[in-house]
């Protein structure tokens, strides 16, 4: 990756964003310096305009950006880096620095959260119980969610369509889950057949 530093006289904007919400999290700048600290320690490093030094997001909060993939822009002057965050990543304790309503973005985060159950198998969990259950059950789980999200689109109210649907979303990224499968994989295929 070959990024032109000097084009905007040694700092390049860097857009932050979470690899598994896809939520912007934040904007800051690098110098050369920062980018191969960066990508020597894959923790974000920011030149720090205020400071006028080097400083790792994270070096006082433990709040780090770990860096999951690199991207740059069609000019070779801005950085798009997708982390993985720990902990708030705005000073003012949230999640970004740009105030947002919420996540828009969350059902990526469910499917994170369903990775890490059948990672982490925790007492008591539904996802737990239902894995336990195996794959005819949680396809079968899949089905009645389907049916119910039917019957609510043509005979119940709005709000029982979207929690049925929400219901049936849910069930299926379990399946997916339970199938080693993600919703990247059926974003690609749902592209390759757009295309």
């Known amino acids: ?25 934040m904007l800051g700048y690098m110098n050369q310096e920062a980018w191969d600290k960066t990508q020597a320690e894959g923790k974000v490093t920011f030149f720090s305009r205020t400071k006028d030094r080097l400083w790792t997001k994270g070096e006082e909060s433990g709040n780090f950006l770990f860096v999951k993939e690199t991207h740059i822009d069609c000019d070779n002057d801005t950085l798009l880096i997708k982390v993985s965050p720990v902990g708030p990543t705005c000073h003012t304790g949230s999640r970004s620095c740009f105030k947002t309503d ?60 979207v929690n049925e649907s929400s219901d049936l979303m849910f069930h299926l990224l379990v399946l997916l889950r339970e199938k080693g499968k993600t919703l990247a994989d059926i974003g690609l295929n749902l592209e390759g057949r757009h295309k």
């Open 1 to 25: 990756m070959k990024i032109d530093f000097e084009k905007t006289q040694g700092l390049v904007p860097v857009i932050i964003q979470d690899e598994q919400t896809l939520e912007v999290l």
């Open 102 to 161: 919420f996540n828009h973005n969350f059902i990526f985060e469910l499917e994170q959260i369903i990775k890490d159950r059948y990672e982490n198998p925790a007492e008591g969990s539904y996802i737990n119980k239902l894995r336990k259950k195996g794959l005819n059950k949680i396809a079968q789980k899949v089905g009645e969610e389907g049916v119910e999200t039917v019957i609510a689109a043509l005979a119940e109210t709005d709000e029982d369509f």
